[in-house]
């Protein structure tokens, strides 16, 4: 059992996880607590974090697959068990797990007669497959089989659009979800005025992370969603500078901040508000570096010790940090 205690108000939040199992390896499940609530808060967390749950944490999907010399998606391919309509279902079904931004391209090449599963899938480093026994298809004949497949990290649901194939090449639906079911309870003790809660979440996910991970990752992006009503100040927005742009950066609203408040902030101001190019940006991931507090308590030592960062990298963060003067990062040591 692992959980946390926060302290808000003149009560202690703990969360506990109770149980956590695979029950395959594209099963997960997990279940937690967090105590004690006061009336009415168990639901607004439960709601909020089902929500996010389902609908905010990003997945990667195949989701196009081109092959040679195919009229439309239900060709058959002599030498080939399946339709090239049951390959792309199966193909929808390899559950993957990375850090890639954007999309990337990957492929199948392999020669019969022989059985066709994941672990056959040429990927990029990023990318990871999490069962590869996964099956795709069977060849009959001695042929070669080559079938170009782009690999995609999103969020949601997207439905493959009608009519939309062109030269071999067929959409997938995507279901980038890896969390494919979240559910709450609430359990009341106490009489009158001392009642009080507890808030019961259950997470199931398709193997590409965990349910605690789940859990984390979802908990920053709803805290990421309402740390701008924190700067609600009508004098500190001027509304005549954001040239019809709907929402303004955090960085301009740091420096009017009380410290204790700014510190807050920034531990839960996350990188990705940065635009980093995708090499940097999954460099400080992959070494924990997931806030901007996070990366301030950095020094440019710390920076350069980053697998596959070079100095370019480092004048890259720099520079981009040089034009958010708020920014008190401390850079003395191995100055540039």
């Excluded at 239900?74 to 559950?95: A, C, P, R, W, Y």
């Excluded at 609430?186 to 789940?214: D, M, R």
């Amino acid at each position: 059992m692992v959980g946390k205690k926060v302290r808000i108000s003149t009560r202690t939040l703990q969360w506990r996880c109770i149980e956590s199992r695979a029950d395959s390896k594209r099963r997960y499940y997990g279940r937690f607590i967090l105590s004690p609530l006061i009336k009415g808060q168990a639901d607004t967390i439960g709601i909020a974090m089902r929500r996010v749950l389902l609908g905010e944490i990003e997945g990667t999907c195949i989701t196009h697959a081109k092959f040679e010399k195919t009229p439309h998606e239900f060709s058959t391919i002599v030498g080939i068990q399946e339709s090239v309509h049951e390959i792309l279902m199966n193909l929808k079904e390899i559950v993957l797990r990375s850090n890639l931004y954007g999309t990337q391209d990957a492929a199948i090449c392999v020669k019969g007669p022989r059985d066709i599963t994941a672990q056959d899938i040429i990927l990029p480093p990023s990318v990871e497959i999490i069962d590869n026994t996964q099956h795709i298809a069977s060849l009959t004949k001695p042929i070669d089989l080559y079938i170009e497949l782009q690999i995609e990290r999103n969020r949601g649901y997207r439905l493959k659009l009608p009519n939309k194939f062109q030269d071999g090449s067929y959409p997938i639906e995507a279901l980038f979800m890896p969390v494919r079911n979240a559910n709450h309870s609430v359990h009341s003790y106490g009489n009158g005025t001392e009642k009080q809660e507890i808030l019961f979440l259950e997470i199931w996910t398709n193997g590409s992370l965990t349910p605690k991970e789940a859990l984390h990752e979802a908990s920053r992006n709803l805290i990421n969603l309402f740390i701008p009503f924190l700067h609600a100040e009508e004098e500190n927005i001027h509304l005549k500078k954001t040239q019809h742009k709907t929402t303004l950066p955090l960085f301009t609203f740091h420096h009017r901040l009380p410290k204790n408040t700014k510190e807050i902030t920034l531990k839960y101001s996350f990188i990705d508000q940065f635009d980093f190019p995708p090499k940097i940006y999954n460099c400080l991931k992959k070494s924990n570096i997931h806030t901007y507090w996070d990366l301030l308590n950095k020094s440019q030592e710390d920076l350069l010790k980053i697998e596959h960062f070079c100095i370019e990298d480092v004048k890259y963060i720099l520079n981009i940090l040089e034009m958010k003067k708020h920014f008190a990062i401390d850079l003395s040591k191995n100055p540039l």
